[in-house]
């Protein structure tokens, strides 16, 4: 199901899963829609045990991406940009594949809270520190949810979070390595090196004072998105 507004509207989620389940109550009006329009072979291939929706608008606050977050359907927010007259670029805002992901989040969670704990420093307490620090570059900041990383965006990634490991945190940015002064064990140049996320300067964060460091390079970053 597609729900598309041309503006921001409080509305476009709740309207997109009103006619969601409209639908799935009228399996069969559509189903036999289907037929007529595209032959009976169709209707049979229909996968109901998988309903998405999709929402289409020029933008979205954040209390529609916290909302998404608590649905238990699977709901993208996409954005879309204007580029010149002719060009128009899509966005995705959040993405939510509904209570099975919530709940492999919430081991995973589980799982690095504990290895957090056995090294006596909480990777999970710092990741939420990156966090707040990402987001609070600007009003325009995105985050969004992908299976092996966290990406933060303007009109694409400028950073990306990795899960916590035991004794550190990996963070990868959009700043050409060359422009900077590596320090080993803090800053490394990946380019051409295979990583989750996207950015060829990789950041490493083992305590509170690390994002401090890193904090010029987050801005950096964050300017160049």
């Known amino acids: 199901m597609v729900e598309y507004k041309r503006g921001v509207d409080a509305g476009v989620i709740n309207q997109g899963l009103f006619y ?3 639908l799935m109550d009228h399996r ?6 289907l037929g007529d329009r595209l032959g009976v072979t169709a209707a049979p291939q ?9 929402c289409i608008a020029g933008d979205f606050t954040r209390y529609d991406v916290h909302a998404v ?14 580029f010149g007259s ?8 959040a993405s939510v594949s509904g209570g099975m992901r919530v709940t492999r989040r919430a081991r995973r969670q589980t799982v690095a809270r504990a290895a957090a704990a056995v090294q006596g420093v909480s990777m999970v307490e710092l990741a939420d520190t990156v966090d707040e620090a990402l987001l609070a570059l600007g009003d325009g900041v ?27 945190l990996l963070v ?30 990789e950041v490493q964060l083992r305590t509170p004072r690390d994002v401090e460091r890193a904090r010029d390079l987050f801005r950096a970053s964050y300017a160049a998105g």
Not at 46 to 54: N, T
Not at 86 to 93: C, F, K, M, R, W
Not at 173 to 199: A, E, S, Y
């Open 20 to 22: 969601l389940s409209w």
């Open 28 to 33: 069969a009006e559509f189903e036999h829609l």
């Open 46 to 54: 229909v996968l109901w045990s998988g309903p998405r929706l999709i």
């Open 69 to 82: 977050r608590q649905h238990r359907r699977p709901i993208d927010l996409v954005r879309y940009r204007f």
């Open 86 to 93: 002719d060009l128009i670029g899509p966005e995705n805002v």
């Open 142 to 168: 995105n985050r969004v949810e992908h299976k092996q990383y966290r990406a933060y965006q303007r009109l694409r990634n400028f950073a990306c979070l990795c899960p916590p490991q035991r004794s550190k």
């Open 172 to 201: 990868y940015l959009k700043i050409d390595p060359k422009d900077v002064d590596l320090v080993p064990g803090f800053t490394r140049n990946v380019t051409g090196l295979g990583h989750h996320g996207t950015g060829d300067l």
